[in-house]
């Protein structure tokens, strides 16, 4: 499912690295998160709440809650293609939601969903975003909206099944 040029999805590339590897040949949970995190930094680098941004104003982002589904394996030197959007916007929320592909094969491998929030650093509490920041994240969510919604958004891990009954 490869994206234009003109789409309104932030992208990352990456590659899956050796040391990434765990002892069943494919791509450990924790460099998931990682290539997922790296993949976040960029996004909040583009809408203005980077690492300078946070060092001069003292505001930045945390995340609040994050849920990642694996639908295939990431394997040794594959090259990695993260697109990021926005599900949701509020004053000082944001929901994100990542999906990771196999560039060689446009193959789904996995998807990242995140409950953002931003914060001032030195009270470590949550604030409404600046205005220039939310314009801009205002923006990007208008050209998002349109987009399918993800099926593995929302997801939650449950086995109802299995639980015993009272």
């Known amino acids: 499912m490869p994206t234009s040029p003109e789409s309104p999805l932030i992208r990352f590339d990456t590659k899956v690295q050796p040391d990434w590897l765990d002892?069943?040949?494919?791509?450990?949970?924790?460099?998931?998160?990682?290539?997922?995190?790296?993949?976040?930094?960029?996004?909040?680098?583009?809408?203005?709440?980077?690492?300078k941004h946070a060092e001069k104003t003292g505001n930045s982002w945390m995340v609040l809650e994050a849920h990642l589904t694996y639908q295939q394996?990431?394997?040794?030197?594959d090259e990695l293609e993260i697109r990021s959007r926005i599900l949701g916007l509020s004053g000082k929320r944001l929901q994100l939601f990542q999906t990771m592909f196999r560039k060689a094969d446009s193959s789904l491998l996995a998807s990242n969903e995140q409950m953002i929030l931003h914060v001032n650093l030195q009270q470590r509490r949550s604030l409404p975003f600046s205005a220039p920041i939310m314009e801009r994240l205002q923006t990007l969510y208008e050209k998002q909206r349109h987009l399918e919604y993800?099926?593995?958004?929302?997801?939650?891990?449950?086995?109802?099944?299995?639980?015993?009954?009272?």
Not at 40 to 49: C, I, K, N, P
Not at 152 to 165: H, L, N, S, V, Y
């Open 150 to 166: 993800p099926a593995e958004a929302g997801r939650c891990i449950d086995m109802k099944a299995t639980r015993p009954r009272p």
């Open 73 to 77: 394996e990431a394997m040794p030197q």
């Open 23 to 51: 002892y069943n040949g494919h791509m450990n949970v924790a460099y998931y998160t990682l290539a997922f995190d790296q993949a976040g930094e960029a996004f909040f680098s583009r809408v203005g709440l980077s690492q």
